[in-house]
């Protein structure tokens, strides 16, 4: 027991990764991979959702124009402009867990100005994407001098 604890003692030393620390930091790498992979799923799901409550706001404005009820503006091509900005940000989740996860904020914040309380429903893809592409980045190196 002494002599793991000691060669151990060692490695932290001489700053020689032995087996266990490699194991260790391999499956460290494979659950940040899995975080942001399951990220840009639900990015992409969030995406579809996005376009096609867009699609439905902007068709039930459409239809209450020509109806006479409604006096809103609808923004089809700005929200749509949205959606493939959230898929954008899914995608590159994967990559640059950062990137993804500001992308795909930035569309939820510009959905909320265009489609209303309707972002709620995008938003609960969206939001955990987010965070699961920011939780799986790569932990920040130490500076060396």
């Known amino acids: 027991m002494d002599n793991?604890?000691?060669a151990d003692e060692d490695a932290k030393a001489t700053g020689v990764v032995t087996g266990s620390n490699l194991r260790k930091s391999q499956e460290a790498g494979h659950m940040r991979f899995s975080a942001r992979a399951?990220?840009?799923i639900l990015g992409f799901c969030g995406a579809a959702v996005a376009f096609v409550i867009n699609m439905l706001y902007s068709l039930f404005h459409t239809m209450g124009e020509i109806a006479g009820i409604t006096q809103d503006q609808s923004h089809f091509?700005?929200?749509t402009g949205l959606a493939i900005l959230a898929a954008?940000?899914?995608f590159l989740a994967l990559g640059s867990g950062q990137i993804g996860a500001v992308l795909m904020l930035l569309s939820l914040v510009g959905f909320a100005f265009?489609?209303?309380w309707w972002t709620i429903v995008p938003a609960l893809f969206l939001l955990p994407a987010a965070g699961l592409a920011f939780a799986g980045r790569r932990p920040e190196?130490?500076?060396?001098s």
């Open 4 to 6: 793991a604890c000691s």
């Open 38 to 40: 399951i990220g840009m």
């Open 77 to 79: 091509f700005i929200g």
């Open 88 to 90: 954008i940000g899914a």
């Open 114 to 116: 265009i489609i209303g």
């Open 141 to 144: 190196q130490p500076a060396t």
